[in-house]
Structure formats: C-alpha cells, structure tokens
C-alpha cells in the first residue's frame, strides 16, 4: 500500500479525510453563499479562493467559475483528465513539505473552515437518478421471502443488472430528517387496501455513484470507457417503505415505496482516491454478454456500516457491517448497460448500487432482511426491538477504506425518522 502522505493540516490516522481522500462537497459558511470545497482532516480547503487566485487554470476550466458555485455539475462536465490536475493542484498545496499555503496565516484564515462551522448541500443539482438491485445476497434474500429459494433469482437477474429509475426531486443530503411516508398498503388477510402510515419503515444501505461528462442521446458508453464518465461515490440511503412496495410493486417496479426521500452523504470520494482499494471482480457465472466484459473491471474494498441510534439510546449501535464487494455488478457493468439501448447520462446523474448485502447474517443491509421481514426483530443493546424503524430512530451509514496507516472514508449519510404528516401541522 502506498506510503502515507502528510500533510501540515493535522489528520487524525482514524479520519476519514486525509490528504489521500480529497473528496469534493459544496458547503455553506455562516457567511457567504454556497461553494466547492475538499475535506481535511477536520477542516475544508474551500476552492473558490484558490480558483479566485488563478490556481487552476486549465484550458478546460476556461475563464469560468467551476468552483465559486453551489453544485458540482460545471466541474463534472470537464472529465478526468481535468479532475486529475485539480486534483493535483490541491495535493500538493496541502502537502506538508509545501509553505506556500502553510506560511501564509492570512490566506489560510481565509480558505479554510472548520466543517463543523458550514452546512453540507448537495454536491450536485441530480438531474436523473437510477437504483441498481446489484447485490447478490440483497436479491436472493428478498426473492427467497417473496417465492422461497428455488425462485429466489428472476431468470434475468444473472444476465443484467436490475434496476428502476428513481426520483431525483427528493434526494437531500445528510442531516435532514426523514418524514414517516403514507401510502396504499394492503395487510395479507385483507379484502382491500388500506390508506395510511407505513408500518414496515425500512432503509437500505448502498454506494451511489455520481456521473461525468455523459453521452450523447443514442450513443452508448463502452464498458472500456465506463471509468471516464464515473467522477466518483457517495454512501446512499434508499428510504423505502415495505408495506407499500408489496402491494403497489407488481409488474413495474417500486414507485410511492421509494420515491418520498433518499438521504445521500455530502462528500464525493474520487475514483483516484479509491485506486488503491480495486480488486478484482468476483467470477460471474454465466459469463455477462461482450457489452459488459472488460478485462480489467474491478470492484473496490470498502468496509460499510449502518448504525441505528433510538432515542433510549446513548450512542449507536451498528447493525449492519458489509462491503462493497460483495457486489455481483460492477459500476462499469451498470453504466455500459444503463446506456446500452442509447439512453444518455448528464453531468450529476446519480446512479446507486441497491442494497449491499453479504453472505452473513450481520451484513444484510437493511431491516427487511435482518429482522426477515419482522419475523426475527433486532434485540438492542439496552434490551430493545426492533422489526422496522420507528419514529424518532436514527440512522447512519458510514463507510471507508483501510489502507496501511490512513483510511480514505466516506463520511456519513444520517436521517432520523419524523411522524407521519398530518393535516394542518405546519410544515
Ligand atoms: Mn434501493
């Protein structure tokens, strides 16, 4: 593995953000509006300054603005030939052998900040949002509930990667508070549906990734390109609610059951950051069609956690801990498919991964699975259950990956569960 970078902004070795990470997010300070920054250790390098003091100039940052703006699509748009040299840029600015920025108080006072003194946005305005159902476990488990094992897997399910477009509107970025959705559930023994509440509130740990500069309306991305088009990956939760999904899924896919919020972690972890975690894919048998074979396609070994947190509860207690490589479908394999047919992918589409579950039983990735269906509910570390998540739980899903000395982390996406709507609350 490769020898620890240092840099002069102090990086605990158990943070998720050393010079090696650098992941991109858009924050907020108490004063001034919305811009891109990296992280660092505790700190943001904000990038408006240093774009302000004609650092990147790149000839295909042309004259614009790219960083003093509220959302990463301007930057995405550029590709990776240009994310490598801000990349770069800001490496060596931040390395601890370099004065320039480390000698000089009054631009330090001026282009950093402490994270805990902004607001995390979103890192970019998602135009399309897709959810892939990638994971083999995730897909065996769930079938084995609905048909039992012999039909755990739908015949396509080894040839392509499953997925449904999803709704972009509602994504928000960690911190908000998720609202209890209300829909049309039909209990097992009823004639009819019923209006009202979920009662099987569910979330779903997965890693999104957030598109390049895209391709043209009928042109396809060649799984030997896909890397070019993917900037880089978030941790994701797809809220869902159980109850509604079993009665409105049949025949085209989830819709109100995912569709009232989907919470996403703020900062962007490059594909360059996570060069040194690939590994190689797992075998695929049947062998995948030639639109989705590339020798050199990877995975990545990233440790992933979800924590629940009720309010009878002191700290956190995790109830999922898996990897993402326990995928059976590679990114790669998911954007040469999505665009196959010719559909085209823009600057800050989002495309996710769908539960991550493993082979045992603590590394399913989400409630459903845990508790099978309600059927086995978590006991608690205070002596606590649960089937489902209730009202004022919180939720937490963390990820990184271990090197030899640092780790390059993700962060967290959190939300805590709030009552369902009820008429005349205020909003
Ligand atoms: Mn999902």
Redesign the pocket.
Same mark, same amino acid.
């Given at each position: 593995m490769a020898t620890t970078l240092r840099s002069f902004i102090d990086v605990a070795p158990e943070s998720h953000f050393p010079l090696e990470n650098l992941p991109f997010g858009v924050f907020k300070p108490a004063h001034g509006a919305p811009r891109v920054g990296v992280a660092i250790g505790e700190s943001i390098l904000d990038l408006s300054v240093l774009e302000e003091q004609g650092r990147f100039r790149f000839p295909e940052f042309q004259d614009r603005k790219i960083f003093a703006t509220s959302a990463l699509n301007e930057f995405l748009s550029l590709g990776r030939p240009a994310w490598r040299r801000a990349r770069t840029v800001i490496q060596d600015l931040l390395a601890a052998e370099n004065g320039e920025l480390r000698d000089n108080a009054t631009m330090r006072a001026h282009a950093f900040h402490a994270q805990h003194d902004v607001t995390m946005q979103l890192p970019a305005r998602i135009g399309d949002y897709t @959810?892939f159902?990638s994971s083999f476990h995730h897909a065996h488990n769930v079938g084995t509930m609905l048909r039992g094992p012999e039909n755990a897997l739908m015949p396509n399910w080894k040839w392509l990667p499953v997925g449904y477009h999803g709704r972009s509107s509602s994504i928000v970025v960690s911190g908000n508070d998720v609202r209890r959705p209300q829909g049309q559930i039909k209990p097992p023994d009823a004639e009819v549906p019923i209006f009202g509440a979920t009662r099987s509130f569910d979330y !779903?740990l !997965?890693v999104a990734f957030l598109m390049g500069p895209g391709n043209a309306l009928g042109e396809p991305v060649t799984i030997d390109r896909a890397e070019e088009h993917i900037f880089g990956m978030v941790l994701?939760n @797809?809220w869902?609610a159980r109850d509604v999904q079993a009665w409105e899924y049949q025949p085209l896919g989830?819709f109100l059951a995912?569709n009232f919020c989907t919470s996403i972690s703020p900062w962007v972890v490059t594909l360059e950051a996570l060069e040194p975690f690939r590994r190689p894919l797992p075998p695929q048998d049947p062998e995948p069609l030639p639109y989705m074979r590339a020798p050199n396609d990877c995975t990545y070994d990233i440790h992933l956690e979800a924590q629940l947190q009720i309010s009878s509860m002191d700290a956190p207690h995790v109830i999922t801990r898996t990897n993402f490589q326990h995928l059976y479908w590679s990114v790669a394999q998911q954007l040469a498919h999505h665009t196959v047919g010719g559909c085209n992918l823009r600057p800050g589409d989002l495309l996710?991964s769908?539960?991550i579950s493993g082979p045992t039983d603590d590394s399913r990735g989400c409630m459903l699975e845990l508790t099978w269906r309600g059927a086995n509910p978590l006991r608690l570390p205070n002596g606590e259950t649960r089937k489902w998540l209730e009202d004022g739980d919180t939720l937490a899903i963390t990820g990184w990956a271990q090197a030899d000395g640092f780790r390059v982390g993700f962060g967290e996406v959190t939300g805590r569960v709030q009552p369902a709507f009820t008429p005349g609350q205020t909003p």
């Open positions: @959810d159902y !779903e !997965e994701m @797809d869902s989830p995912k996710a769908g539960t």
